[in-house]
């Protein structure tokens, strides 16, 4: 990929900033999701809530089903590849995604994860700290998110994901110029990198939130946690209302710091979705990939 | 200069970044409370579709027509293009629609039609970027055309209020922010 290309990919993520990337199944809910203010759809089979109950391989979903969600929207349309497995990422650049995902929602299919630098189409990869997320970037992804435990409505992963971050972040800042070696040698990443995020207090790339999302209320936690947008995976269709329930965690990601605005937001939205604890499920997700 | 920035969603940090550093005052715009006060707005580049249903959800949108409309200077990128078009020639929703001109959104198509150039923005060589960018189409009496790339209308003025299709607020150049700030401190005088 020239550095041109990766500067676009990047630049397509700032544009997301401050908006909500909607899990969807159908052309129908990817309407109801552009309607509700999403400012992207991730167009998969099964959301990960269905993956967990279903079991089994989960693989790349089908081309005409996100041939079907591009045509049905005029925002941008991500889909999902496995870990490592780069023809299928390569469908998915043949088909004109505008981003792809290399997801732990997926069952991995390498030990190792894509040379991203190899493509036209951007990436956005799982982080669960600072070394997995330059590790990712390193590798090509131009955008990162919390893994998070996906599928379960639970958040807590995804605020451990984005605390870890911010703080290896802040302590990498205060380093000493001397240890950046040691830095970069234990997070296995060039120097150049470790020194960019030394010097900037931030990562390269924009960073979102991922994994358990299912209340305006954790959208607006992951915002002011750091979180410069936010994925909704299972917890809007898999909601009572998720025409209302969208448009509502849309406008809590705005207004993260409103809390009487968040609090009417809150109001009547109807069944959450029904959700796991970390604790009582078999598959950890966030495991997969390193 | 005290300029708000329309922070509902978007690349709208960028644009802070740039004008703080040509010495403006910036306030991220999220409520009517914080329009007190404002010589100029900026609409940011981000998802029209998604900015123009915050528009409404916030109460913001009819006091930010009135006021462009009363002459407020406003500059929109990509997004912020779309959402001062009075038409927009795929779409048929319409947002502030306060200025004579036809947008084509995604006209480029898919991310992997975003492309980087240089050209001309009134007179000036800049880098520009375009992501999944929109392009004008036609533009009514009275609009200044200030840069065409490929044949096609990328920015232009009317009045108070200009739009760029590209963004340089994620660029090094600062011309197009400076243009911005002329058209500010000539409406102040």
């Known amino acids: 990929m020239q550095n041109e290309r990766l500067q676009l990919n990047r630049n397509l993520a700032q544009m997301l900033k401050g908006g909500v990337i909607m899990d969807v199944t159908t052309p129908e809910q990817a309407r109801i999701a552009e309607e509700a203010g999403a400012c992207a759809v991730m167009a998969l089979e099964r959301i990960p809530a269905d993956i967990r109950a279903v079991g089994g391989v989960a693989r790349m979903s089908d081309p005409k089903m996100i041939k079907e969600i591009q045509a049905a929207v005029s925002i941008p349309v991500m889909a999902k590849c496995r870990i490592g497995h780069f023809v299928e990422a390569s469908v998915l650049q043949a088909i004109e995604i505008d981003y792809v995902d290399e997801s732990e929602v997926l069952t991995p299919a390498d030990d190792r994860h894509i040379d991203k630098t190899a493509f036209d189409v951007p990436f956005v990869c799982g982080a669960r700290n600072l070394g997995e997320a330059l590790r990712r970037i390193n590798e090509g992804a131009s955008m990162i998110r919390t893994k998070g435990e996906p599928g379960t409505g639970d958040v807590v992963q995804a605020v451990r994901h984005m605390r870890c971050i911010q703080e290896e972040i802040a302590a990498l800042v205060s380093v000493r110029p ?32 991922a994994g358990g999302v299912a209340t305006p209320a954790d959208a607006a936690l992951m915002m002011q946690l750091g979180a410069e947008g936010v994925f909704v995976g299972s917890g809007i269709f898999k909601s009572g209302n998720p025409q209302k329930r969208a448009a509502a965690i849309v406008q809590a990601v705005t207004n993260y710091r409103d809390a009487a605005l968040i609090a009417s937001l809150s109001e009547d939205l109807g069944e959450a979705m029904v959700g796991i604890n970390e604790n009582e499920i078999a598959l950890l997700m966030e495991k997969r990939g390193d | ?78 997004a912020g293009l779309i959402l001062l078009s009075a038409t927009i020639a795929n779409d048929d929703r319409r947002h502030l629609a306060t200025m004579d001109i036809e947008t084509e959104r995604n006209a480029y198509g898919r991310q992997l039609g975003s492309f980087f150039t240089y050209a001309d923005f009134a007179g000036e060589r800049i880098p520009m970027s375009f992501i999944r960018a929109p392009y004008i189409r036609r533009v009514g009496q009275g609009v200044e055309v200030l840069s065409v790339v490929d044949g096609r209308i990328v920015a232009a003025r009317q009045c108070n209020m200009l739009v760029t299709a590209f963004h340089p607020e994620i660029t090094d150049s600062t011309a197009v922010h400076r243009y911005f700030l002329d058209m500010v401190k000539a409406n102040k005088a």
């Open chain 2, 1 to 78: 200069m005290r300029i708000g920035v329309l922070a509902l969603q978007g690349a709208f940090i960028e644009h802070i970044q740039m004008l703080t550093s040509l010495g403006a005052e910036c306030v991220e715009v999220r409520s009517i409370a914080d329009l007190n006060g404002l010589d100029g707005l900026v609409l940011p580049g981000g998802e029209s579709t998604a900015q123009g249903k915050l528009l409404r959800a916030t109460g913001l949108w009819a006091p930010l027509r009135e006021g462009i409309l009363a002459g407020l200077p406003v500059f929109g990128t990509c």
């Open chain 1, 178 to 209: 001397e240890q950046l070696d040691e830095a970069a040698e234990n997070m296995r990443v060039p120097r150049s990198l470790v020194e960019w995020v030394h010097e900037h207090g931030r990562l390269p790339v924009v960073n979102f939130a």
